[in-house]
């Protein structure tokens, strides 16, 4: 009666090999860890992703060194108000050579933040001193001051722009 | 041809049905038993939100993620908590037991008021004038002379060991000073040897003073005794000053730093509520601490996390005491070692059974290898125990009530803990590194959250603080030299930012793990103020510009915003 009756069909053996084998597993557990640490939550409880999330070297720019990020080849764009240099490559569509507000793209924008134009006569050449600002209106001065906010909260900060030759 | 046979090996009988029904059972338990992980991987794969610009030579600004960068900082664990004394809430009505006092909060208001004006009119103090040395071994007497002494605006300065009097007493003389009576006849002779005879100095003694040190005493200075102090402000009316500003320094912390300099950590009202917020944030929201608690305490209350824990306590309205390791002034020489027997030695005062341990490394250690050395003395069950506790933990599974408990740990444990080892919920380490292959043999041996923190003597709350359910374990990193790196510590606490400095620029585009120097910055940093009479030694520790604070450690950050404190 015994032995004979596992033998007795394959189905029964196959079904008895599952058994035993699930039993062995839930007797013992297995306990190897993975050889090589997982990059996935999926593959693994004690997983570590792969790379550090990107951030951005804050740097010092001049007007001729800011100038290049235009987007014009496909680069990163910056753009400039009151010396604080921000990454604006996601806003490509606006700042970007074909965009709305595409002449700000690697220059100082200020002028233009404050006055609220996108015209070209709100830039300075970049081989001229910095904008200075010094006419501009109190209520011109908070505007480019909330412009300056929106640009903080919805783009990086990566760097500040300061006079040709001092970078 | 073929036909047939396969018909053959088809054939089914009754017991391919009982076969059939017990492998599906099987295979249920197998696939849905698989036990939950306490807290989801992918969490534990963003434990930091990081800065998306960094400066050169430094990394990014790390904060908690449950803070954000966008987010505010906790200042307070509740919203009309503003300064020390308000941290002990009339409301509470239960009484509860700090040490060997058993306590309501109102009457340990009434008491703090009355050792105010005490010291006041004996002493005599100023209020913002005045400065007080407290001297004392952690007691009830300590958090009744602080938080007295804070609410007349008199800074208090406490010492993380009994080395750094003689500097202490030299450098910022103190009206007064509270100590234990064991002390006083050393503590007498070094006020001879550092003042001259004119100055006027009192000594305030918890304890009865021997008669020959009293007898030693000289003209220009006043014995009081804690008791007729307090009795003298329960007497008279009680004196009112102004109500100091949670900016206002109330003490001063010294310790010696890992260069060998004594330095102090300047503490505010701020800087100690700001520090309770934190801790009360390192148990999750559903286990926090609750007035049926009861805390013990490895750090002395001279040392500012030591003291943050204390007022944690008092703030929850737990039960609390401290270990005999903890203790700063000692009768003799005989140094404690750090042992389970001292990771339980709170029970020695009428507290409750312990529920969270505020624990040192070493204790840590010699908790987790006695128990399961005790353990592993049942060769049956062991294996197959820990075996199971393992493939748990794999899965970021581990809990107390398990089969397994029952049948081994529990027994292992209460062997070693005693009593403790029923109430324990939850053991917070800091004060060192942990070794890196302890975290999971420590996860099992307690099956209780076991918390990794990096405290720091400018730090009221934890600078970094492990999440209190991850059980991930990682193949042993190695430093350049090869030395076995220790646990990582998590990410930031939930109220500061850090951020390392002197980062390889090159490397870390490339894409390696910044390591650098920690620096923090937050409502819970103290300032520093170095010691009269030694040299100003500029920003190896300071970098005031934006408020940063030097910690002096190196560190490494992994790419799960976690933090790995480097030892060399």
């Known amino acids: ?167 | 041809m073929s036909l047939p046979n396969i018909s053959e090996y088809l054939a089914t009988d009754d017991l391919t049905i009982l076969l059939g029904l017990i492998a599906a059972t099987v295979f249920l338990v197998n696939n849905l038993y698989k036990p939950q992980p306490l807290v989801h991987p992918i969490l534990l794969g963003r434990q930091s939100d990081v800065g998306r610009a960094r400066n050169p030579g430094e990394s990014a600004v790390y904060r908690n993620y449950s803070t954000g960068l966008m987010g505010r900082f906790p200042v307070r664990p509740g919203k009309d908590v503003h300064i020390l004394a308000d941290l002990v809430r009339p409301e509470t009505e239960a009484p509860r037991t700090l040490w060997s006092t058993k306590i309501t909060n109102h009457t340990f208001q009434d008491r703090v008021a009355a050792v105010g004006t005490g010291l006041l009119r004996l002493a005599p103090l100023k209020p913002r004038e005045s400065s007080v040395l407290i001297l004392l071994n952690d007691c009830i007497e300590f958090l009744l002379a602080d938080l007295a002494l804070a609410s007349h605006s008199i800074v208090s300065y406490t010492l993380s060991s009994s080395t750094l009097l003689p500097s202490v007493l030299e450098s910022h003389r103190p009206n007064a000073i509270v100590t234990h009576a064991f002390m006083l006849p050393k503590l007498l002779e070094l006020v001879y040897d550092t003042s001259d005879r004119t100055v006027q100095h009192t000594i305030v003694v918890v304890g009865e003073p021997s008669p020959q040190a009293l007898a030693s005493v000289a003209s220009n200075i006043t014995i009081l005794k804690f008791a007729d102090v307090e009795r003298e402000g329960v007497r008279v009316e009680k004196i009112l000053t102004p109500i100091p500003k949670p900016t206002d320094v109330f003490s001063i912390s010294f310790y010696e730093a890992e260069n060998g300099l004594i330095q102090g950590a300047q503490l505010t009202h701020a800087n100690i509520t700001a520090g309770v917020a934190a801790i009360h944030a390192l148990l999750p929201a559903a286990n926090a601490f609750t007035p049926l608690d009861t805390i013990t305490s490895a750090h002395s209350l001279s040392t500012t996390y030591g003291r943050t824990i204390a007022y944690t306590s008092l703030y929850e309205g737990t039960s609390f005491a401290t270990l005999v390791s903890s203790a700063a002034y000692h009768a003799g020489d005989k140094p404690t070692v750090l042992d389970s027997k001292d990771a339980i030695s709170g029970t020695q005062y009428p507290i409750p059974s312990p529920t969270v341990l505020f624990l040192k490394p070493e204790q840590l250690k010699a908790i987790t290898t006695d128990v399961i050395k005790q353990g592993a003395r049942s060769w049956l069950l062991y294996p197959f125990a820990w075996r199971h506790k393992v493939s748990g933990v794999s899965e970021g599974f581990v809990t107390k009530e398990s089969l397994w408990d029952r049948v081994l740990f529990d027994g292992a444990r209460t062997k070693i803990l005693g009593p403790t080892a029923a109430t324990l919920r939850a053991t917070i380490v800091s004060g060192g590194p942990i070794e890196a292959s302890l975290m999971t043999p420590a996860r099992i041996a307690l099956s209780v959250p076991v918390i990794n923190v990096l405290s720091h003597p400018l730090v009221s709350g934890p600078v970094l603080a492990t999440h209190a359910f991850d059980l991930q374990d990682f193949p042993l990193g190695k430093t350049k030299s090869q030395s076995v790196l220790p646990a990582h510590s998590g990410p930031p606490g939930i109220n500061v930012e850090v951020k390392l400095v002197g980062v390889d620029d090159e490397a870390v585009e490339k894409g390696a793990d910044p390591v650098g120097v920690v620096f923090v910055r937050g409502p819970p940093v103290g300032k520093l103020v170095n010691v009269d009479g030694y040299e100003n030694i500029p920003s190896q520790t300071t970098d005031d510009e934006e408020g940063w604070t030097g910690t002096g450690l190196r560190a490494k950050v992994q790419t799960n915003g976690s933090f790995v404190v480097m030892t060399d």
């Open chain 1, 1 to 167: 009666m015994g032995l004979s009756l596992d033998f007795g069909t394959p189905v029964n053996t196959a079904l008895l090999v599952y058994i035993l084998y699930s039993v062995q597993r839930i007797i013992f557990p297995s306990t190897s860890k993975p050889t090589t640490v997982p990059n996935e939550f999926k593959a693994g409880y004690s997983w570590m992703p792969k790379t550090h999330p990107p951030t951005v070297l804050f740097k010092t720019y001049t007007p001729k060194t800011l100038e290049p990020f235009n987007g014009k080849d496909g680069g990163r764009i910056l753009l400039a108000i009151n010396g604080i240099v921000f990454e604006v490559t996601a806003g490509r569509n606006f700042y970007g050579p074909n965009g709305m507000y595409g002449n700000f793209a690697g220059r100082d924008a200020s002028r233009g933040m404050a006055k609220q134009s996108f015209d070209l006569e709100m830039l300075t050449p970049i081989d001229q001193p910095l904008d200075k600002l010094e006419d501009l209106q109190p209520d011109e001065v908070e505007n480019m001051k909330g412009w300056i906010d929106h640009f903080s909260n919805k783009y990086i900060v990566c760097g500040k722009l300061v006079e040709n030759g001092q970078a």
